[in-house]
């Protein structure tokens, strides 16, 4: 079942209104990731540490240092991620994996992002745009 306040965490986090998250900002191409090493932080606060919606998932749940965090297991954070987040495997795998075609995981946009989420809440469903009738596949 899905775990409806861990998700809006997962968005407060995405967000940077959580103190504990507040130097991750968010690249949905990557677990957990040093920007210095050439990924962009797409939420626009420029910030030293990106991940993506799992990793953010992750590191609230474990309280998981970032550094550490880049050395886990990334079966193991999607593992812990969709636990954390009440989601299917089907759900799980819509939002980490399984985009619509014209979407890559390294250039979705933070508002895009938190709006899929958003969905997620409302519909139970994976809908990566407004109107979908189906989970992403």
């Not at 991750?24 to 797409?42: A, I, K, R, S, W």
């Not at 636990?83 to 399984?98: I, K, V, W």
């Amino acid at each position: 079942m899905m775990n409806v306040p861990a998700i809006q965490r997962v968005i407060a986090s995405i967000k940077g209104e959580l103190p504990e998250t507040q130097d991750l900002g968010f690249n949905m191409g990557v677990y957990v990731y040093p920007t210095e090493l050439g990924l962009p932080d797409h939420s626009g606060r420029n910030l030293p540490w990106v991940a993506c919606v799992g990793g953010h998932a992750y590191v609230l749940e474990t309280g998981c240092p970032f550094e550490q965090a880049t050395q886990e297991d990334p079966d193991e954070i999607e593992h812990v991620a969709q636990l954390y987040l009440g989601l299917s495997d089907e759900q799980a795998d819509a939002l980490f994996f399984d985009l619509p075609v014209g979407l890559s995981l390294e250039w979705i946009p933070v508002d895009h992002m938190i709006e899929v989420l958003e969905r997620l809440i409302q519909t139970g469903d994976v809908l990566w745009f407004e109107g979908e009738s189906h989970i992403a596949a």
